[in-house]
């Protein structure tokens, strides 16, 4: 199925500096992903914790990406100048559960795959063997209930697809995302955030 994937950056009015303004837009930020989750609108949302320009990435149950748009600028963060969205078509099966009201949350494990250096558009004999390898990797690692969610971006950018692990450690996910057959050919490379989610959301 296809979704839209926001990746929310820091915005011209972004500050990390607490004070009543902020606080007040966080408020407002939560209750607007909180009537997107009870409206089915947003499949998952989550914080990244180690990125100084990426902040949050938002899963939304559309294809179409100027409804996605519609609902990103009703978000206050963003009508406010706090974040910026950038938004990508992206597929995978829904598997993601309905959002539950537990406020507890977890951390996965979120792997963007880029163009590596050694990506080519060009489709060989070589390159489909390394793309079948890939999707055998990813059933494999599935198999192992390690990896949870996978799916590619459909506007061929130089993102090309996620994993999401839900592992204890960002060590072990670099090691399980390690044994793709594309990252290991140079066709495609890994950047791997800690990604803070509702508990329960994750298959």
């Given at each position: 199925?296809?979704?839209?994937?926001?990746?929310l950056k820091r915005g011209p009015n972004w500050s990390p500096n607490p004070s009543r303004e902020r606080a007040g837009m966080r408020q407002r930020h939560?209750?607007?992903?909180r009537s997107m989750f009870e409206a089915n609108k947003?499949?998952?949302?989550?914080?990244?914790?180690?990125?100084?320009?990426?902040?949050?990435?938002?899963?939304?149950?559309?294809?179409?990406?100027?409804?996605?748009?519609?609902?990103l600028n009703a978000d206050p963060a963003v009508a406010g100048g706090y974040l910026v969205p950038e938004l990508h078509p992206w597929w995978s099966e829904d598997v993601m559960n309905k959002r539950t009201t537990s406020t507890q949350f977890v951390t996965a494990?979120?792997?963007?795959?880029?163009?590596?250096?050694?990506?080519t558009p060009e489709k060989t004999p070589q390159t489909e063997a390394i793309q079948k390898a890939h999707l055998d990797n990813i059933n494999k690692l599935a198999d192992m209930k390690k990896l949870v969610v996978a799916g590619p971006f459909g506007d061929n950018g130089r993102l090309r697809?996620?994993?999401v692990f839900k592992v204890a450690t960002i060590e072990e996910a670099r090691s399980l995302a390690a044994t793709d057959p594309a990252v290991q050919a140079g066709r495609l490379a890994l950047q791997i955030h800690p990604w803070v989610v509702p508990e329960g959301i994750l298959p």
């Amino acid at each position: 199925m296809q979704f839209q994937m926001a990746l929310l950056k820091r915005g011209p009015n972004w500050s990390p500096n607490p004070s009543r303004e902020r606080a007040g837009m966080r408020q407002r930020h939560v209750a607007h992903m909180r009537s997107m989750f009870e409206a089915n609108k947003l499949m998952i949302a989550g914080a990244i914790r180690d990125d100084a320009d990426l902040i949050e990435v938002h899963i939304f149950r559309t294809k179409s990406a100027e409804e996605a748009t519609a609902w990103l600028n009703a978000d206050p963060a963003v009508a406010g100048g706090y974040l910026v969205p950038e938004l990508h078509p992206w597929w995978s099966e829904d598997v993601m559960n309905k959002r539950t009201t537990s406020t507890q949350f977890v951390t996965a494990y979120l792997a963007f795959l880029t163009r590596g250096d050694k990506w080519t558009p060009e489709k060989t004999p070589q390159t489909e063997a390394i793309q079948k390898a890939h999707l055998d990797n990813i059933n494999k690692l599935a198999d192992m209930k390690k990896l949870v969610v996978a799916g590619p971006f459909g506007d061929n950018g130089r993102l090309r697809g996620i994993f999401v692990f839900k592992v204890a450690t960002i060590e072990e996910a670099r090691s399980l995302a390690a044994t793709d057959p594309a990252v290991q050919a140079g066709r495609l490379a890994l950047q791997i955030h800690p990604w803070v989610v509702p508990e329960g959301i994750l298959p």
